[in-house]
């Protein structure tokens, strides 16, 4: 298993621009959300998803939009970059929580500049 | 709104010795913890996580405590080792532990000392 990816690593914007990161795992978990964490903060919710088919917004939304198609997939896009949009991006998946084995798998993070 | 939050922002201990991180969390409707390890440059790990319903919960070299009349958690990490340096984050949940309800603290800086 490759557990959970992100794409890119780096990635540099205008102020204005529009991308996506990816992120995909192969583990068949049904959870899988976006985080952002800014230098010598925690995690902060972005966008999350429950199934394929299904999102909801976290405690960060603005300026995100995210869409789950199939499970393993599950891309965050950004509008309109703004330089608050610095930061590094965690992608994360889990099965449902309560499970036994119940444990939420970190990707590498995408670590995005907007000049 | 509530969250949670670390004692100390950076923890400095001996090679060998026992390291111990401290949460304090405000929600008292919070239910599941949990603790991870975020090695430089790299994505916050899954250490351990504990239900309301326990205070103890033990796995290899780390155990958790959860005082929930003081609203305090904490992981232990036994006889503790070069590897074990990184940021460690406490998340509370009020929702069963669900994809939504996960708060993470700022993060403990552990250093380990030769």
């Known amino acids: 298993n490759a557990g959970v990816t992100q794409t890119p690593k780096f990635q540099v914007l205008k102020t204005g621009q529009s991308m996506t990161l990816q992120c995909a795992q192969d583990?068949?978990?049904?959870?899988m959300s976006w985080y952002r964490q800014d230098p010598g903060m925690g995690l902060r919710l972005i966008h999350y998803?429950?199934?394929?088919?299904?999102?909801d917004q976290g405690e960060v939304p603005n300026g995100y939009n995210v869409s789950r198609s199939t499970t393993e997939d599950f891309p965050l896009r950004l509008l309109s970059a703004a330089p608050s949009q610095t930061s590094v991006y965690f992608c994360?998946?889990?099965?449902?929580?309560?499970?036994?084995?119940?444990?939420?798998?970190f990707g590498p993070g995408t670590r995005l500049t907007v000049t | 709104g509530e969250s949670v939050g670390l004692h100390l922002p950076t923890l400095s201990v001996q090679e060998g010795d026992n390291s111990i991180i401290n949460c304090a969390y405000s929600?008292?409707?919070?239910?599941?913890f949990i603790w991870y390890k975020q090695e430089s440059g790299k994505g916050p790990q899954f250490i351990i996580d504990?239900?309301?319903?326990?205070d103890k919960r033990q796995g290899q070299r780390v155990t958790v405590l959860l005082n929930k009349t003081v609203k305090h958690l904490s992981l232990q990490i036994a006889a503790t080792q070069p590897g074990d340096s990184a940021v460690y984050f406490c998340?509370?949940?009020?929702?069963?532990?669900?994809?939504?309800?996960?708060?993470f603290g700022k993060g403990t800086h552990l250093i380990i000392q030769p």
């Open positions: 929600n008292s409707a919070s239910d599941y």
């Open positions: 583990m068949n978990h049904e959870y």
């Open positions: 994360a998946s889990s099965y449902e929580p309560g499970r036994p084995n119940y444990e939420q798998y």
């Open positions: 998803s429950v199934g394929a088919g299904i999102t």
């Open positions: 998340a509370e949940s009020y929702s069963g532990g669900g994809a939504d309800g996960l708060t």
């Open positions: 504990i239900r309301s319903n326990m």
